[in-house]
């Protein structure tokens, strides 16, 4: 079964919107947890990444905020913008393996 | 960019044959990575490597198997190829950084099994 779980599947947002996708896990040995993005026909790329004793990062206008006593954390993509428009995936690291979680769909409306 | 080609880009293939799909890196970096991405499922992980002829499973590595003779070269083989392995499959590398762990990706390999 997947160890990370995200949700939602997919989600739509107006431009200047906010996005959120939400993830959680159950291992407690994962030690760095990366968001990646991926654009149709390309591989996945890191987007931001948080370690467990950090329960905010922030990169323009992207945040993620993890909770470690509830094992879940999220991506917000603020002022959502049309180029935004990708596939994310949240991962946790355990053993120097990534788990991805199934990928979230976000399509900004202009 | 780092430095990831995989070959082929795409192939199609009938049920039973073997395929084999190739990551080159120039980046000499120790960790390589084979996953897949199915709809609804993410990325995956086949098999990998932490060094030359140093290799192990992942979570989806039935009616795979792969190599790792040179550290820049990492195959991936279906020995008999099913139609549940048609898929996009991605190569990865890392440096392990303690302090990022980022794995680079290729571009993808899609293959189709008729």
């Known amino acids: 079964q997947q160890q990370v779980k995200q949700s939602p599947q997919s989600l739509i947002v107006q431009k200047g919107g906010i996005s959120i996708i939400n993830c959680a896990y159950e ?34 206008r992207f945040t993620i905020s993890f909770n470690k006593s509830a094992k879940q954390f999220s991506l917000h993509i603020m002022d959502s913008q049309p180029g935004d428009s990708a596939t994310y995936f949240c991962a946790a690291r ?10 979230t769909t976000v399509t900004v409306r202009a | 960019d780092a430095g990831i080609t995989q070959s082929p880009r ?12 190739r990551c080159h890196q120039t980046e000499n970096h120790r960790y390589m990575y084979w996953y897949r991405q199915d709809p609804g499922h993410g990325l995956r992980l086949i098999h990998y490597s932490y060094g030359v002829k140093d290799t192990d499973k992942g979570e989806v590595s039935d009616g795979y198997s792969v190599s790792r003779s040179k550290t820049e070269d990492f195959l991936l083989t279906l020995e008999s190829a099913t139609s549940s392995q ?28 008729l």
Do not use: M
Not at chain 1, 27 to 40: E, G, K, L, R, V
Not at chain 2, 86 to 113: D, M, Q
């Open chain 1, 27 to 60: 291992n407690t040995a994962f030690d760095y947890f990366p968001w990646y993005q991926q654009f149709p026909g390309k591989g996945p790329a890191l987007l931001i990444a948080i370690r467990p004793d950090v329960s905010e990062k922030k990169e323009g």
């Open chain 1, 94 to 103: 355990g053993d120097y393996k990534l788990s991805f979680g199934a990928g």
């Open chain 2, 10 to 21: 795409h192939k199609v293939t009938e049920t039973g044959t073997p395929v084999t799909l």
């Open chain 2, 86 to 113: 048609t898929s996009v499959y991605f190569c990865a590398i890392s440096a392990i950084n303690p302090n990022t762990g980022e794995l680079f990706f290729g571009e993808g390999s899609r293959l189709t099994v």
